[in-house]
């Protein structure tokens, strides 16, 4: 009976668990990609990535961030080829954003070999991570 | 009393109801089931529906979803990688509840009878779709800035996302409804 109740507790304590913080999930990831070598972090290089223009073999024309995101990550986007509306991906703007690791990593993923035609770096993840989380 | 209230309520379902029972471009009664099962899987509805309209696996086979969900790295141009547990996750539900894997709704059957063996990785591209969609003009869909594509179910299938593509919901943006010939 005592087991029922502690599961039953420990459920709840589970589903009120406060939502991670972007600010912390940022710091997180900011370590982990010293941990491979990377820093220190700059913001500033990171807000020239977010409009830098990349060509590459597989884009008709240069892509950046801001072709999807716009030139404000705190504004609402548009997908560049379905329409579809992209939330505004700064955590000022919309504090869902940045707060879990793995979708950090799926984006980080698709959208460097989409926009730059490659990975990104731990270094360029870190600076484009430090700009949004400071807008 | 009761005898008198019966018939008076049967009258008023039937009034109310025929318009929604009666399927749209179909002959047939008591369309029950919308046509192709809706999307309940919240993680496809997250990882899929955040770039597109969120597909029903109902809408292609099988043997379609595993080749698609095998080539994400270019999904049509775009990429869509998964980290591989999702990209498994996703592979067994759009399986296990494509068109040939889910009995009982009408444009599931209708798609897979058209495709003829064929599995194609686009919904477009299967011949039912094109059928359905063949005498529409440019003006509607590829020149219209709201739709663009025929792709873009939702824009026009006003309950797309319940998996009711029934014509009588259809609203085109800037057109209105639309009613075939």
């Known amino acids: ?135 | 009393m009761k005898l008198k209230a019966i018939p008076l309520t049967a009258l008023a379902v039937c009034i109310l109801g025929a318009n929604s029972v009666l399927a749209d471009d179909d002959w047939g009664w008591s369309r029950r089931a919308p046509d192709v099962a809706p999307v309940k899987n919240e993680l496809y509805q997250s990882e899929c529906g955040s770039c597109h309209f969120a597909y029903q696996p109902g809408l292609l086979p099988a043997a379609s979803w595993e080749k698609l969900m095998g080539g994400l790295a270019d999904h049509f141009g775009e990429n869509a990688e998964l980290f591989e547990d999702t990209r498994k996750t996703l592979t067994v539900y759009l399986v296990t509840n494509a068109a040939d894997n889910v009995d009982g709704y009408r444009r599931s059957a209708k798609i897979l009878r058209s495709l003829n063996g064929e599995r194609p990785l686009r919904i477009t591209e299967t011949p039912y779709i094109r059928y359905k969609h063949n005498e529409i003009p440019p003006r509607v869909i590829r020149n219209n800035k709201d739709v663009r594509s025929l792709s873009n179910c939702a824009a026009c299938h006003t309950r797309a996302d319940t998996g009711s593509y029934a014509e009588r919901e259809i609203d085109i943006p800037g057109i209105g409804r639309w009613e075939d010939d």
């Open chain 1, 1 to 135: 009976m005592n087991r029922v109740i502690m599961i039953a507790a420990l459920g709840l304590a589970a589903t009120a668990a406060v939502p991670a913080m972007a600010a912390d999930v940022v710091d997180e990831r900011l370590a982990a990609y010293q941990a491979e070598g990377a820093g220190p972090f700059d913001a500033k290089k990171g807000k020239a990535m977010w409009t830098q223009q990349f060509t590459h073999a597989k884009a008709d024309k240069p892509r950046s961030c801001a072709t999807c995101h716009t030139d404000d990550p705190r504004a609402q986007g548009k997908h560049a080829k379905t329409g579809k509306a992209i939330k505004p991906l700064a955590p000022s703007a919309n504090p869902e954003r940045l707060t879990e690791v793995r979708e950090i990593e799926k984006w980080f993923m698709r959208n460097c070999k989409w926009t730059v035609g490659r990975k990104c770096t731990a270094q360029e993840k870190g600076n484009l991570l430090s700009y949004l989380r400071d807008l």
